[in-house]
């Protein structure tokens, strides 16, 4: 019976994947693998009629927003919004794309990243950094992209943890790799064994006040950004998602305690095409997901296990081809509906296109509770395309709104 049923699963896998291959077909893109995903977007409609966001309707009519970028730390709202980053340091201009994880020169990111004091990072021209080994944030940090193309990719890339007030806006990573085993500097005084990263573009560990802002994320070997192991108070804004398998995963393992006090806000994203699955998987904790675009995705949008609580608010859906894949929920390890029936999981206001449809559970309040700078009005889901067109890197010009 072990033999049978290790084959039936492995059947059952072989056509499903096979199905994703031609759903892939038929919107056009080609499998996960084989796309080329270098053609990385800088939006900037600047339509005197487009439709800012919350967030972008703080800062980007602004033409002089290169002399006061710190004012950038203003505009984060839902969890993430107290997020200062660099806000009241001074500008780090990065001059250097080399990079070394032990010893890292002036003008290189990394060593501005590492330093006590707080500091809003700048680049003084376009950069491709292909970083040694992971990048290890300190605290009171910002990685801002705006006015120039950085990408971060082809070698292992950002970590945030047990630190607070980090914002990373306006860059490009994408095909992360798996980290090394070896020693990187963390601070100016401590150089620590790392066992390797797993892989992900942006990984937030038992961090807290992190925001993550207009970037372009795809083909990493694990997450795209993940949030795990008691992190709390992020806000995941306007960033362009594409070309990926398990995109966000928050909460580290089922059951974790720790995660019980996460809080995530998922807000004006664009989710493209060849996503497969955790847009996002939530584990014990809360996700506010609202006012994201969603394209096709090849097997589930939003997931969790371990009864998490979710408000799936004002979000714009749209359902592949397959039949068997229309649903957005997944609930994983959760032993069916009577095991599940009670976990929270709510749709407001979304817009369902091509048969999508939202497994409701639970009777509980699902409201997030913001409070002060962390409230916004979440809008209309017909609203979404217009106000997530500009996710992703901006192309924005000193003297110039952007």
């Avoid at 010893?103 to 809003?120: D, S, V």
């Avoid at 990187?184 to 401590?190: A, G, I, L, Q």
């Avoid at 398990?246 to 006090?261: A, P, T, Y």
Wanted: proline share 5%; glycine share 10%; charged share 15%.
């Amino acid at each position: 019976m072990a033999k049978s049923g290790a084959f039936f699963l492995a059947v059952s896998w072989t056509i499903l994947i096979y199905g994703f291959f031609f759903e892939g077909l038929v919107y056009g893109f080609q499998p996960l693998q084989a796309q080329k995903i270098h053609s990385i977007p800088q939006n900037n409609t600047n339509s005197k009629t487009q439709t800012l966001n919350a967030i972008d309707s703080c800062w980007r009519s602004n033409p002089k927003w290169d002399s006061n970028r710190q004012a950038l730390a203003n505009c984060a709202k839902g969890f993430g919004s107290d997020a200062l980053g660099g806000k009241n340091g001074r500008i780090y201009v990065a001059t250097d794309p080399s990079d070394d994880p032990i010893n890292p020169k002036p003008g290189t990111l990394r060593f501005g990243a590492i330093q006590y004091e707080p500091l809003w990072i700048i680049f003084q021209r376009d950069m491709v950094l292909k970083l040694e080994n992971e990048l290890i944030m300190n605290s009171y940090k910002t990685i801002d992209g705006r006015g120039v193309k950085v990408e971060i990719a082809n070698g292992p890339c950002i970590t945030i943890q047990n630190v607070s007030h980090v914002i990373i806006h306006g860059i490009s990573i994408h095909s992360c790799t798996v980290g090394k085993r070896g020693l990187v500097r963390s601070t100016p005084d401590h150089v620590g064994l790392r066992l390797g990263s797993d892989g992900d573009a942006i990984t937030v560990f038992t961090s807290s006040h992190v925001w993550i802002d207009h970037n372009y994320l795809a083909n990493c070997a694990d997450g795209l950004v993940d949030v795990v192991s008691g992190s709390t108070s992020v806000t995941i804004s306007n960033n362009y998602y594409t070309q990926h398998e398990e995109v966000m995963l928050f909460g580290h393992r089922d059951g974790n305690i720790e995660d019980q006090i996460m809080k995530v806000t998922v807000v004006f994203n664009h989710f493209g095409y060849g996503l497969v699955q955790r847009i996002p998987r939530v584990r014990v904790g809360y996700a506010h997901v609202a006012n994201n675009f969603y394209e096709p995705w090849l097997f589930y949008a939003i997931g969790g296990s371990s009864n998490p609580t979710i408000l799936s608010e004002g979000n714009y859906f749209i359902a592949p081809n397959r039949t068997d894949t229309k649903q957005v929920t997944r609930r994983d390890n959760a032993g069916g509906p009577n095991n599940w029936k009670n976990w929270n999981w709510r749709s407001l206001d979304d817009v369902f296109v091509n048969g999508a449809y939202f497994v409701q559970s639970g009777n509980g309040s699902c409201y997030p509770n913001y409070n002060g700078s962390q409230v916004f009005t979440v809008a209309s889901g017909d609203l979404v395309p217009s106000l997530t067109s500009d996710a992703g890197p901006l192309k924005c010009y000193p003297g110039v709104a952007c």
